[in-house]
């Protein structure tokens, strides 16, 4: 729509038949903007223009800049045309870096009242317009110089400029990147301005007098930034290595953690779900069930038809003792081990098992429950009632650090990974640490506690290493509902 003609033709509209005084009342008041918003309503409430999808897909080589950003951060990119615009919006995060923790809108135009394509947010929002789930990069793009804009954060304000080098005849069967120049600035940094002071304060050795002023000191900052982050680096390798997870699908999930999965900022977990294991089947053999929930086996055992704890409320010292030995305690813990205060690894044990609905205690007894007493024999039963209990908790983040915790662990993650990546995922979906709203949260909750056990802590001094594939099929048992 040409916005001059269309304006021309509202000026006479209201003109026509205008006294001498309305028309000088509406002259002041588009002189002064006092209806200013009748036109910008007219340029914003334009829907996109699209081409049909053409018959041959074709592909794009891309320039993808962020505006104002001096020196330039850019990526050159080879796309298939058959991109959807969420899948282009992936790839813009994953080949700038960014984490997918804020909203993004694409324009037709560089003014920010050009036409724009909605999301499913902004639909819920009660918005409307034309969804950008099932527009195609080649409805938008054709030829040489054709250009899509994409801002991200509305806070921070990033510009993105996607604009097209070259028509490739043959679409990429991947996308790749090709080139680029400079880091891409730490989320939340205050847009263009904090990411200059604060790429100014790094590049000058971390001189204090530079140091940005949102900052209390530099151990403030330098634990506020991402590791290791430098604004001039740049590997093309390492966006070639992100941009196939971003665009992977992730495996099915179900429940809280598909909610969690469609959230912003989801981005991270989406990879974890997105890795080959993560799509793995969830069989567990007999003999690996039986490895599995040996502890907890041991555990009822020691228990069996019930115990009388102490006045304090511990279990006795022959029960502790007789425990750990049989789960391996006494190979690698220092002290007797005799006594449930003094035995962590005891006491963890103890604690998961009631939190899975194995133990009960009443009336100064800690008793085998019914599922307990049932599936104490039966491994591949006490399996599948430690499955059907997960994730643990009630409160809001114990059971999301749970299902992080099933994610991470279903994906075949190695795990002396797991608390860092559990951490880095909690963080991304929103949660953070009561001491400032920088630092990632423990990754610790009894469900990581439950998987750590399965994997075999108690006899390995809690420092379990490596991919235990029975407890990745477990995982992926919970996440998939089954």
Same mark, same amino acid.
């Given at each position: 729509m040409n916005?001059?003609?269309?304006?021309?033709?509202?000026?006479?509209?209201?003109l026509?038949?205008?006294?001498?005084?309305?028309?000088?009342?509406?002259?002041?008041?588009?002189?002064?903007?006092?209806?200013?918003?009748?036109?910008?309503?007219?340029h914003?409430?334009?829907?996109?223009t699209l081409?049909?999808?053409?018959?041959d897909?074709?592909?794009?080589?891309?320039?993808?800049?962020?505006?104002?950003?001096?020196?330039?951060?850019?990526?050159?990119l080879?796309?298939?045309?058959?991109?959807?615009?969420?899948?282009?919006?992936?790839?813009?995060?994953a080949?700038?870096?960014?984490?997918?923790s804020?909203?993004?809108?694409?324009?037709?135009?560089?003014?920010v009242?050009?036409?724009?394509?909605?999301?499913?947010?902004?639909?819920?929002?009660?918005?409307?317009?034309?969804?950008?789930d099932d527009?195609?990069?080649?409805?938008?793009?054709?030829g040489?110089?054709?250009s899509?804009?994409?801002?991200?954060?509305?806070g !921070?304000g990033? @510009?993105?400029?996607?604009?097209?080098e070259?028509? /490739?005849? $043959? %679409?990429? =069967?991947?996308?790749?990147? *090709? +080139?680029?120049?400079?880091a891409?600035?730490?989320?939340?940094?205050?847009?263009?301005?904090?990411?200059?002071?604060?790429?100014?304060?790094?590049?000058?050795?971390?001189?204090?007098?530079l140091?940005?002023?949102?900052?209390?000191?530099?151990?403030?900052?330098?634990?506020?930034?991402p590791?290791?982050?430098?604004?001039?680096?740049? !590997?093309?390798? @390492?966006?070639?290595?992100?941009l196939?997870?971003? /665009?992977? $699908? %992730?495996? =099915?999930?179900?429940?809280? *953690? +598909?909610?969690?999965?469609?959230?912003?900022?989801?981005?991270?977990?989406?990879?974890?779900?997105?890795?080959?294991?993560?799509?793995?089947?969830?069989?567990?053999?007999?003999d690996?069930?039986?490895?599995?929930?040996?502890?907890?086996r041991?555990?009822?055992?020691?228990?069996?038809?019930?115990?009388?704890?102490?006045?304090?409320?511990y279990?006795?010292?022959t029960?502790?003792?007789?425990?750990?030995v049989?789960?391996?305690?006494?190979?690698?813990?220092?002290?007797? +081990?005799?006594r449930?205060?003094?035995?962590?690894?005891?006491?963890?044990?103890?604690?998961?098992a009631?939190?899975?609905?194995l133990?009960?205690?009443?009336?100064?007894?800690?008793?085998?429950?019914?599922?307990?007493?049932?599936?104490?024999?039966?491994?591949?039963a006490?399996?599948?009632?430690i499955?059907?209990?997960?994730?643990?908790?009630?409160?809001?983040f114990d059971?999301?650090?749970?299902w992080?915790?099933?994610?991470?662990?279903?994906?075949?993650?190695?795990?002396?990974?797991w608390?860092?990546?559990?951490?880095?995922?909690?963080f991304?979906?929103?949660?953070?640490?009561?001491?400032?709203?920088?630092s990632?949260?423990?990754?610790?909750?009894?469900?990581?506690t439950?998987?750590?056990?399965?994997?075999?802590?108690?006899?390995?001094?809690?420092?379990?290493?490596?991919?235990?594939?029975?407890?990745a099929?477990?995982?992926?048992?919970?996440?998939?509902?089954?």
């Amino acid at each position: 729509m040409n916005q001059p003609s269309v304006v021309e033709a509202l000026v006479k509209q209201l003109l026509a038949g205008a006294t001498p005084e309305e028309g000088r009342a509406l002259l002041d008041g588009l002189l002064s903007g006092q209806v200013s918003s009748i036109f910008e309503k007219l340029h914003t409430d334009q829907a996109p223009t699209l081409r049909p999808p053409p018959a041959d897909v074709r592909g794009f080589r891309v320039r993808l800049d962020l505006l104002h950003a001096k020196p330039p951060v850019w990526r050159r990119l080879d796309l298939p045309g058959d991109l959807t615009l969420p899948q282009v919006h992936d790839v813009i995060q994953a080949a700038m870096g960014w984490t997918d923790s804020h909203l993004h809108r694409f324009r037709t135009g560089s003014d920010v009242r050009a036409p724009y394509f909605v999301t499913t947010f902004d639909i819920e929002e009660g918005e409307d317009g034309l969804l950008e789930d099932d527009v195609r990069l080649d409805q938008l793009l054709a030829g040489d110089g054709d250009s899509l804009w994409y801002e991200y954060d509305f806070g !921070d304000g990033w @510009e993105h400029l996607l604009k097209v080098e070259e028509v /490739l005849d $043959e %679409p990429p =069967a991947t996308v790749r990147c *090709l +080139a680029g120049r400079m880091a891409c600035p730490p989320e939340d940094c205050g847009g263009i301005g904090g990411f200059e002071e604060l790429a100014a304060w790094v590049r000058s050795g971390y001189d204090d007098t530079l140091l940005p002023e949102n900052f209390d000191d530099a151990a403030h900052a330098r634990e506020w930034a991402p590791m290791d982050w430098h604004p001039d680096h740049f !590997d093309v390798d @390492e966006v070639n290595s992100a941009l196939p997870l971003a /665009l992977a $699908e %992730p495996g =099915a999930v179900t429940g809280e *953690l +598909a909610h969690l999965l469609a959230q912003r900022g989801s981005q991270g977990l989406r990879e974890v779900l997105s890795r080959p294991l993560s799509h793995w089947p969830t069989d567990v053999s007999d003999d690996e069930a039986d490895r599995l929930t040996e502890t907890y086996r041991l555990l009822l055992e020691v228990v069996g038809d019930g115990v009388a704890l102490t006045s304090a409320g511990y279990l006795p010292p022959t029960a502790v003792e007789r425990f750990a030995v049989d789960a391996g305690v006494t190979g690698w813990w220092i002290g007797k +081990a005799n006594r449930e205060d003094l035995t962590p690894p005891v006491a963890a044990a103890r604690e998961s098992a009631r939190a899975l609905g194995l133990v009960t205690v009443r009336k100064g007894r800690l008793n085998p429950s019914a599922a307990g007493a049932r599936a104490c024999q039966d491994p591949q039963a006490l399996l599948q009632h430690i499955v059907g209990r997960l994730p643990l908790g009630t409160k809001d983040f114990d059971r999301q650090s749970g299902w992080m915790a099933l994610a991470v662990a279903a994906s075949g993650a190695p795990a002396e990974d797991w608390h860092a990546m559990i951490s880095d995922l909690l963080f991304d979906i929103g949660w953070r640490t009561s001491r400032d709203s920088y630092s990632p949260p423990t990754a610790h909750s009894t469900t990581l506690t439950v998987l750590e056990t399965l994997a075999g802590a108690t006899r390995a001094g809690w420092r379990v290493t490596g991919t235990d594939l029975a407890v990745a099929a477990t995982s992926r048992r919970v996440i998939r509902g089954r």
